[in-house]
DNA sequence: CTTATTTGTCAATTAATTTGACAAAGAAAA
DNA sequence: TTTTCTTTGTCAAATTAATTGACAAATAAG
């Protein structure tokens, strides 16, 4: 993955991190993160989550099965958290809703911010481009199995 | 978020980020990558990726529905991939599975380097903490809406 | 105590997936 | 080319999973 091979396998997993897009069924979103189905179905009911059906006109047919996204699966074990601390479900989607961005900007920062990756001992090492006030460097995160992922700072060619 | 609010959101975020474990039906896997389900049947009958049935006996009943992990979602899309570019199938998979651990490296990145959550103009300020070579400052990602994302240093106290 | 919210459970219905089989398309080998 | 092996599409019958609606029970709020 040094050399030629890279780009062959690196530029295919950004592209595909940065166009991945998957609906989960209830049945997975209910067994991931412990909220029963009807449960899912009543905060839908209530509006604190959507489905994609609830979102799109064009899907409203009935007795189709729900999908949600992984916004919404972050969501909803966002709440739960809430809910088995003591908060009504009330609180609980206010508390969630109150940063509900900060999971759109984890991604963001993967789609941005991973520009190369190259093979190490036990793992890889991922570019994370230049920081402020550090020209010619690059930040790289050194990413080993059995170790502490730690950053280093590295001259860019 | 600055302050007393901080925890009560960021310590679970981190904690379902580190913990979230979801399955994908076939339906859902055939759709967001363009693999059909009979490709997706072949693929696991030839054991070019694995259901969760087809890992563990215990769930071998007949008839139960095939689920996948995030993991062999990333790994079907980069088969296909491949496949798009005129690879065989097998050569597709031998790619794919060169670098099958790059998805689990990154994901080990999120789960040991967000430190703690900022909120900021339009986004967040994800503390990245320490680099090598630059003791008491912390690296940190801002992350805004129609911004680039960019790396700064700043003091750690 | 009374009312409103939230969740469990059941039954009947609908949707989605499973398996197995056969055919057809595509790739590899003779 | 012809033959063989790999790979995928499609169909039907069976099975699993999700849907809706309703009622009851549990929980929270007034």
């Known amino acids: 993955m040094d050399s030629a091979q890279n780009n062959i396998y690196v530029d295919r997993f950004k592209d595909i991190l940065k166009h991945e897009h998957f609906l989960l069924g209830i049945g997975e979103i209910s067994k991931a993160t412990g909220v029963s189905q009807r449960q899912l ?23 189709r099965h729900r999908k949600y996204s992984h916004f919404t699966f972050l969501k909803v074990s966002m709440i739960q958290s809430f809910i088995n601390d003591g908060y009504t479900l009330n609180a609980a989607v ?31 090492e991922l570019d994370l481009g230049s920081i402020d ?25």
Chains 1, 2 share one sequence.
């Open 41 to 63: 179905r009543y905060w839908e009911e209530k509006g604190y989550i959507k489905s994609e059906e609830s979102k799109d006109d064009s899907k409203k047919c009935d007795h």
């Open 94 to 124: 206010q508390k969630t809703d109150a940063h509900s961005l900060l999971s759109k900007a984890v991604k963001q920062f993967l789609k941005e911010r991973i520009l190369d990756v190259t093979v190490v001992q036990n793992g890889y």
């Open 133 to 157: 006030g550090v020209p010619g460097k690059h930040v790289y995160a050194v990413i080993q199995k059995n170790a502490n992922t730690k950053l280093i700072l590295k001259d860019f060619v």
